[in-house]
Every structure is written in C-alpha cells, then in structure tokens.
C-alpha cells in the first residue's frame, strides 16, 4: 500500500520545495548500532552501490563483517560523532536506545533519517503515548508514572489487570510486569526501579499485527502486509505474512501506519505494533523508529525488503514495492539452541525452501536473537509449519523452559 501526503510539491517533473538531492550510489551511508539490523542494513546497501560506515561503541558486531568501515564512539561523545558524521553522506539508526543528543549532534553536520526528534519521541513510552493521543490514535488507556502515589492513582483510573513498564529502554519483554491485583504493586514499583514509568490496561486481543513502513523525503509512504506476531516468553517466536485477517482491517492497518509515519514526519523505516482486539478494533501497542524482527521475512517475500526500504528512504530514491510475492514466515533462533553445542543446520535446511540466516554474533545466551529462519510457501499455515520443523530439527532435544 503506498500513499503520498506531500504538500510542498514544486512545478510537475520537480521535487517538492526544499527535498534533499537524492544520494546516488557510492555515497557513503552511516548505521548508528551495529547490531543484526544494522547488518541487514548494510548487506542491503552494498548490494545496492553503496559504501557503509558502522558507527558503534563495541568492535566485535554483527554489522562490522559487512561494512567498508567501522567507526568506535562513545555515544555520549558528541564531539567524536560529529566528527565520524563529517566524513559520512547520511546517517540512519539500527535500533533507538541511544541519546537523541547523539542524533542531533550528526544532524547539525550531516543528513540524518530518521530525525532526532522521532528518536527522542519514540524511544520513550511516555512520550510516545502523549504523541499517539495528541494526534488522535487509538492505544490502551494509560497514564505516566513518577511516583508511588502516582501508580496508585493510575490503577484507580485504568483498572487491573494491568501492565506496568519503564518509559525507556525497554524490550522483548524487559522492563514490564503485569498486574493483577492491588498487593503487587508496591514490589513492582520496587522492581522497575521505581522512576518514570507508564501504566497501560490490559488489552483482551486476539492477535497481535506489525506493518512496517517507509516514508520519503517526499512524503510519500508505503506500508508493507501486516504480519502476525506469535510470542514466546515476551519474545517474538514466529511472525508470518499475510495476517489472517479481513481485507478491511489490514488496508486499515497500513492506512494507520503511514498516518502515523506522516505525522512524525519520518524519513526511513518504522514498525507499527498493533492489538487487535475481540472486537475488530486496531489499538497501537508500539513504534519503533526502524526495521523490525517482524520484517525480516520480507527480505523473500515482498518485492523489496525492509532493508532495501530503508537505504532508498534514507537516500532520497523513489521507494520500492511492498507486494508480498508470496506467503511467508519467519522463526527467530534464540541462544537457547545453542545449550548443547551448534545447531544441526543441515537438518534444517533440509526441510524445502527454508532459508538461514545468522547474524555472526560472538556469543550465545538464552533469549539472545542469534539469526532467524524463513520459508515461503502457498500457504501461511504451509510456511509456518515448514520454520517451526527446521528449528526443531535444528535442536531435537527439547529445551528447558526458564
């Protein structure tokens, strides 16, 4: 699905006013993280023409073994970022934990998509929620925390069962506890570190869908198929595309998406993360400012992956097509596959058309996202079955639950 919502558009056959000359291929692109998305990132932008400068605080990373360069910082050096960021055409994100400051320091010498500003939006809840509710998206009631008295405020207003997370710097499950009754909250406070936290209700949904999506520069944007999101102790296990749903709620899912893509004004990548609840109803669960797990699978099935998505918005270039070719799903490999030794991936593989990818990481532990499997297959029930036979063939001992 794509949908331009430029206002600025100059005479017909001219950019809108003030849009960015596209950088073409050669120019010399910056991932900020270097990480399993940076890496894609990377891989992407190679096979397109394009030189790669990784820029983060650790050496031994995935994206490393795919880069021209790689650029050791201190995060909150922002006189070391602008300086990386003067040698470099473009700047974009591999994942959002870092200072918007860092974002705004490279911006003050180079491109950087997406802006700081959507950084500093989206990389806290609480911020987050206050930008969902001034432009008017439905999310679970909620309410920012500072205080104890404030938690109990809050679960006068919105009710228990309820979840309670950190503002900042959270994911996979970190940072939240839920609640049920009144007597858990003075540990939870206690164990979340009792600082800003926010409080959502408990949505009753009956699945949970991500649409990534990519605006321009040009403020055109286009949403990918929502997937189906499967979770496995607060983690993603499984996401596969098209979503089992009806044709309205996934055209309104992607309408959704680029709305809010158009109101941070992004130029990149994002994830939207929905609910959808018993009744039909879509309530925005997350943004995340950037490729996400969920997408990987497009890396096969769509037209153009995410990752492509990414390197065209960032630079300027007209963004590629979303179609799915065909059903798909994708199975994250955990570190817990590893606890007797490396998987067997000749077993995997030989389940037809499954595809390995592993992101090169130095170590595994439980719950660390060590590589994904894809399938496509005529059906998403087809291509479900054909990820979750190759990881246990993968590991046929079964694992033991934490």
Not at 240 to 251: G, K, L, R, T
């Amino acid at each position: 699905m794509s949908l331009s919502d430029a206002s600025s558009a100059g005479p017909q056959g001219q950019p809108p006013r003030g849009l960015e000359r596209p950088l073409l291929p050669g120019a010399m692109l910056g991932v900020l993280g270097g990480g399993q998305l940076g890496a894609m990132f990377a891989m992407a932008a190679r096979r397109m023409g394009y030189r790669v400068t990784v820029i983060s605080d650790a050496a031994d990373v995935p994206a490393a073994r795919h880069a021209d360069r790689v650029e050791l910082v201190d995060y909150g050096n922002l006189e070391q970022l602008a300086a990386v960021a003067a040698t470099i055409d473009a700047v974009t994100f591999e994942f959002e934990n870092v200072p918007a400051e860092a974002g705004r320091a490279m911006a003050a010498v180079t491109r950087v998509h997406p802006s700081p500003d959507v950084l500093a939006t989206t990389q806290d809840r609480g911020r987050e929620k206050a930008f969902l509710s001034r432009h008017g998206f439905d999310a679970a009631p909620h309410r920012l925390i500072t205080s104890h008295e404030e938690l109990l405020e809050a679960v006068e207003a919105v009710g228990l069962p309820a979840v309670l997370k950190t503002a900042s710097f959270g994911y996979d499950g970190r940072g939240q506890l839920r609640l049920s009754d009144r007597s858990q909250l003075d540990a939870a406070w206690e164990s979340l570190g009792a600082g800003r936290l926010v409080l959502e209700a408990w949505v009753d949904f009956t699945m949970e869908l991500s649409v990534v999506v990519a605006r321009g520069g040009d403020a055109t944007a286009a949403a990918f198929t929502p997937s189906h999101n499967a979770h496995a102790r607060h983690i993603l296990d499984v996401a596969s595309c098209p979503a089992a749903i009806s044709e309205e709620v996934a055209a309104q899912a992607q309408e959704v998406a680029c709305r809010i893509a158009a109101a941070l004004d992004l130029v990149g990548v994002a994830c939207i993360e929905f609910f959808l609840t018993r009744d039909n109803r879509l309530l925005v669960n997350e943004i995340a400012p950037r490729p996400h797990n969920s997408g990987h699978l497009t890396i096969e099935a769509a037209a153009t992956s995410q990752f492509e998505q990414q390197v065209r918005a960032v630079c300027g270039l007209p963004l590629g097509a979303t179609d799915p070719m065909s059903p798909a799903a994708m199975a994250n490999l955990l570190g817990d596959l590893w606890s007797d030794g490396e998987p067997d991936w000749a077993a995997a593989l030989a389940v037809p058309g499954v595809r390995l990818h592993l992101y090169g990481k130095a170590s595994a532990r439980p719950g660390r996202k060590m590589g994904h499997l894809t399938a496509c297959r005529p059906t998403v029930d087809e291509a479900i079955a054909a990820v979750i036979e190759a990881r246990r063939r993968a590991c046929p001992q079964p694992l033991t639950a934490e």
